[in-house]
DNA sequence: ATTCATGCAAAGCATTTGCACATAA
DNA sequence: TTATGTGCAAATGCTTTGCATGAAT
């Protein structure tokens, strides 16, 4: 597995695998929102290691948690996941069902507040996320 | 059932049954985004008609697809249901799980737009979500 | 040796579906 | 009678879990 990957699992306190670099590094290369599933196929596909479903789904769970992967869910009944952990927003494409990453700079008037009278003042807003719902032009 | 929640249903182009018209009734009474088991728990309890998971889920779909509630996703697994279909947002409060609509004009800085640039302009935003996490203060 | 990740299969939930029965126009 | 909603139970799809094996410290 490469330097990389394995430092950035060591730098969250990840005990570097080779099936954890693997998918680290192919949730790495892609902006695709990939589920579960789909890791499991692209990652078995091209794979020196063999690999079971439940280890994609302890080594997503176990990413998430440890702050290298973030888990975003648009649709019911399954996850995604998105190797930016950036604070970002998501676009979804409502025609092909594509998701997005959205930039903070890309949105105009943030960032945004909550008025001061918002539930008697009773709630802190430590972050919000914004999905955006359009279809390609023309 | 009553004359209103008939109307409403009839408006929506949806059959009024009695089990439609308390489902739709009981979410029209609450702000707490209930999921499906618990509007079945609910509803079971307070019935004059008998209720079953399966028409509890195909009524959910079907006033959905109708218009007359929307689906709110914000956890893996779970689908959750609102009444309010005006467009709004969500506030979540990270400790209790308990989601809260916020109103458009509670948000400061809205209307959002995406900068001219995005994917070469190549999409049309046609609506948005924003969801808030947080915590009660104090 | 001890710890812990992996693989497999079974179990667990939320949800959907097939089919028979009931109900309303 | 014709169409359609409902109920039950079985099936499905995504995800988790228990347990035995295997690798690493």
Redesign the interface.
């Known amino acids: 597995m490469s330097y990389e990957i394995e430092q950035l699992l060591l730098k969250h306190g990840v005990k570097p695998t080779p099936q954890r670099a693997v998918i680290a590094q192919f949730l790495l290369s892609t902006h695709s929102h990939p589920t579960a599933d789909e890791v499991f196929q692209a990652v078995s596909e091209s794979l020196p290691v063999p690999l079971s479903r439940a280890t994609v789904y302890n080594t997503l769970n176990c990413l998430v948690e440890a702050g290298v992967l973030i ?1 975003v ?7 995604r996941y998105d190797a930016n952990t950036s604070q970002h927003h998501h ?1 979804v ?2 025609e092909s069902g594509k998701i ?1 990453d ?1 930039r903070p ?11 001061e ?3 008697d ?17 023309g």
């Not at 869910?73 to 996850?79: D, H, L």
């Not at 009773?122 to 032009?137: C, L, M, P």
């Open positions: 888990e869910v648009v649709e019911p009944g399954k996850s676009f494409d409502t997005i959205v700079e890309e949105v105009k008037n943030l960032p945004l507040k909550l008025s009278g918002f539930l003042g009773a709630f802190d807003v430590e972050d919000y996320r914004i999905t955006f719902f359009g279809k390609r032009k």
